[in-house]
């Protein structure tokens, strides 16, 4: 069973910038896209940017502009970098494999992202 543990989130103010990692175990990591995704109270989860294993790259049209996804193979890691962040960014952010929908079954524990004055 594949395990993920996101990092990075935090406070900022309007228009900052962030980074988000997300690691995950087993050794089969290089074979699937990942994708990044927002969870916001009372509404569903939503996918906001996927990589996949040939480095092709989508965004949701929110964060388009403003928000980079890439991946470290070698150390079964994808990355957000995330700028010119704004309030509606606000959420908690998980990782999970797939390119529409999420692969697996199990997450991790998310990591808070607030963008607030």
């Known amino acids: 069973q594949v395990q993920f543990v996101e990092s990075g989130g935090g406070l900022v103010q309007p228009g900052g910038s962030l980074r988000l990692s997300c690691v995950a175990s087993?050794?089969?990591?290089?074979?699937?896209?990942m994708g990044w995704y927002r969870q916001v109270p009372g509404k569903e989860r939503e996918l906001v940017a996927a990589?996949?294993?040939?480095?092709?790259?989508k965004y949701a049209d929110s964060v388009k502009g403003r928000f980079t996804i890439s991946r470290d193979n070698g150390k079964n890691t994808v990355y957000l970098q995330m700028n010119s962040l704004k309030p509606e960014d606000t959420g908690l952010y998980y990782c999970?494999?797939?390119?529409?929908?999420?692969?697996?079954?199990?997450w991790g524990q998310g990591t808070q992202v607030t963008v607030s004055t």
């Open positions: 999970n494999g797939g390119w529409t929908t999420p692969l697996f079954g199990s």
């Open positions: 990589i996949n294993t040939s480095g092709s790259i």
């Open positions: 087993g050794s089969i990591f290089r074979a699937y896209a």
